[in-house]
């Protein structure tokens, strides 16, 4: 799952709680290239449904002003305009693993 910064710690703490266990990566990326996280859990099967709605009550929408983009086509008064965008939630990947093995 891709989140917020803003939401990692939350994430973090909500998942290991419930006895997931997370890798956090600091990535960044993303619609206004800011930073992110990526957590990595492997889960079974049965266990996406319980991790996906953890996700959902602690990854939080917010909105942002964003500049738009001048250009040629534009008309000169649009220069230095914002248009609101919602961000955030999270990004879930869910995919098969053939093999998992922990080594200690």
């Given at each position: 799952?891709?989140?917020?910064?803003?939401?990692?710690?939350d994430v973090v703490s909500t998942l290991t709680?419930?006895?997931?266990?997370?890798?956090r990566i600091a990535t960044t990326g993303g619609f206004f290239r800011q930073g992110n996280t990526t957590l990595l859990s492997g889960v079974?099967?049965?266990?996406?449904?319980g991790l996906t709605a953890l996700l959902r009550k602690?990854?939080?929408r917010r909105t942002r002003m964003m500049p738009?983009?001048?250009?040629?086509?534009?008309?000169p008064i649009m220069i230095g305009?914002?248009?609101?965008?919602?961000i955030g939630g999270a990004t879930l990947f869910v995919f098969d693993?053939?093999?998992f093995e922990q080594v200690n």
């Open positions: 799952a891709v989140v917020q910064d803003l939401d990692a710690d709680q419930a006895g997931y266990r997370v890798t079974e099967d049965e266990q996406i449904e602690t990854c939080k738009i983009a001048p250009n040629s086509a534009e008309h305009a914002y248009v609101e965008v919602t693993v053939e093999h």
